[in-house]
Nanobody, 115 residues
Framework: QVQLEESGGGSVQPGGSLRLSCAFSGTTFSIYRLGWYRQAPGEERLLVAD???????SYTDSVKGRFTISRDNAKNMVYLQMNNLKPEDTAVYYC?????????WGQGTQVTVSS
């Protein structure tokens, strides 16, 4: 079993920044990919960014150049630095882990971008 806990969400004005953090614990040796997804009201949950055990990183097009995903294996943490936030970034953000057995989700953290 893997547990994921997000933190760092909140409200910010357009152009602002937030940093999301996700602490993962449990059978962490089984994880081969970590990622951030987001879900806006009435929409499906979509991948924002992910990083695998080879440190290969991918981003959805709408966040390229603005968001940065990173991980600290020593601390069992994965981060999402979000800069130049836009109203369309407003969503619940979820930490996600793929393991050799199944996938895991955090509880989500709200990000609201509004003037």
């Amino acid at each position: 079993q893997v547990q994921l806990e997000e933190s760092g969400g909140g409200s910010v004005q357009p152009g602002g920044s937030l940093r999301l953090s996700c602490a993962f614990s449990g059978t962490t040796f089984s994880i081969y990919r970590l990622g951030w997804y987001r879900q806006a009201p009435g929409e499906e949950r979509l991948l924002v960014a992910d990083i695998n055990n080879s440190d290969h990183i991918s981003y959805t097009d709408s966040v390229k150049g603005r968001f940065t995903i990173s991980r600290d294996n020593a601390k069992n943490m994965v981060y999402l630095q979000m800069n130049n936030l836009k109203p369309e970034d407003t969503a619940v953000y979820y930490c996600h882990a793929d393991s050799i057995h199944t996938q895991y989700w955090g509880q989500g953290t709200q990000v609201t971008v509004s003037s």
